[in-house]
């Protein structure tokens, strides 16, 4: 019984997530189907960390909209979290629920918390970032509008170390965790934070508005499909999200087991 009601609690949250347009309709059905298999594997644990990664992205994402008005011309979604964008940050987490249930290891719990504490200290970089002062830089030393994916900022940065912190603490206090496994966790989700600047950089599709010249991830802009202009044309920004987490926690999966 206790399982049912879990499910019906993970229903109401991707209501109210809908309600407030926080998701859109993919993005409620994907919670309700992630949440549910965090439950199955992890217990209602595992949905309080899940909860508290989404939970406080939403809240980051409400912080500043007026700077990030600009923030949001450049990257690829904006607004409410759709299904993809679900998947992206939790589907790993989910497949490591399923892991944990059939086998009961450590280390699928390991994965878990590396996954979700890796995308929460991307996410973190993502929302808090854009508030600097100053513009991010590339690694060339240029600097770029916030938002341009592959740049990095102080604040944005000290986000992603304390947004794999919370994950990793977070952790701890729900199942206990050695001082080495909860080390890891932190490090690796900074880790995954910089694969995700990494590979947004580098790979991530990019494209050139027709109508302004700026470069951005939207296919679409002022209302007009832009021209691709560099990076792997199959890889967008959920992509890119989904590759750095999944990096890190098998990164993670793998140190954990030699030990």
Known sequence: MSVMYGI????LLGYIGYRLQLLTISGAVWTIVVGTVVIYGFGYSGLI?????????SLL???????????????????ARDGWQVLANGGVAALAAVGYSWTEHTAFLVLFLIVLAASNADTWASEIGPLSQKNP????????????????????????????????TAG????????DTWLLVTALGVTGSLFDTLFGGTIQRK???TVCSKETEKQMHHDTPTVYVKGWKWLG???????SSALAGLIGFVVYRMW
Do not use: W
């Open 237 to 243: 920004n959920d992509g890119v999200n989904f590759l």
């Open 137 to 168: 830089f590339l690694f060339t030393g240029r600097r770029v509008p916030a938002g341009t994916s592959g740049a990095v900022s102080i604040l944005g940065t000290s986000a992603t170390v304390v947004g794999a912190l919370f994950i990793a």
């Open 49 to 57: 960390l899940l909860m508290l990664f989404f939970g406080s992205s």
């Open 61 to 79: 994402s409400k912080l500043g909209k007026r700077r990030k008005q600009t923030v949001n011309q450049i990257v690829e979604k904006d607004g």
């Open 8 to 11: 019906l609690f993970c229903f």
């Open 207 to 209: 494209f050139r508005c």
């Open 172 to 179: 701890d206090l729900l199942f206990t965790l050695p001082a």
